[in-house]
């Protein structure tokens, strides 16, 4: 599956807990990461500043469902069973 562009939902529901350019001491799950820009496209994607866990994500339906709200939903869902 390829990721659907301006979706944003891993940028926003999970949390990161490694330091990121404007996100030093990480990202709380349901946070909107600050390094989205307006269209909901990753302004550090392909770069080295990205975190490891955003690079390694890799967009899979069981993950990102049909639409953006259900990738949230998932998502969050993973995040509260991983705490």
Same mark, same amino acid.
């Given at each position: 599956?390829?990721?659907? *562009? @301006? %979706?944003?939902?891993? %940028?926003?529901?999970? +949390?990161? +807990? !490694? !330091?990121?350019? *404007?996100?030093?001491? @990480?990202? #709380?799950? @349901? $946070?909107? %990461?600050? #390094? *989205?820009? /307006?269209?909901?496209?990753?302004? *550090?994607? @392909?770069?080295? $500043?990205?975190?490891?866990? %955003?690079? &390694? ?8 469902? /049909? +639409? !953006?709200? $259900?990738?949230? =939903?998932?998502? /969050? &869902?993973?995040? =509260?069973? /991983?705490?």
């Amino acid at each position: 599956m390829d990721c659907r *562009l @301006g %979706c944003g939902a891993c %940028c926003i529901a999970p +949390s990161i +807990s !490694s !330091s990121f350019p *404007l996100h030093p001491n @990480g990202k #709380q799950a @349901g $946070e909107r %990461c600050k #390094q *989205l820009n /307006t269209d909901n496209l990753c302004k *550090l994607f @392909g770069k080295p $500043e990205r975190p490891p866990v %955003c690079h &390694d994500f890799k967009a899979a339906e069981w993950v990102c469902g /049909t +639409s !953006s709200l $259900e990738a949230i =939903t998932i998502i /969050t &869902d993973l995040e =509260t069973c /991983t705490q």
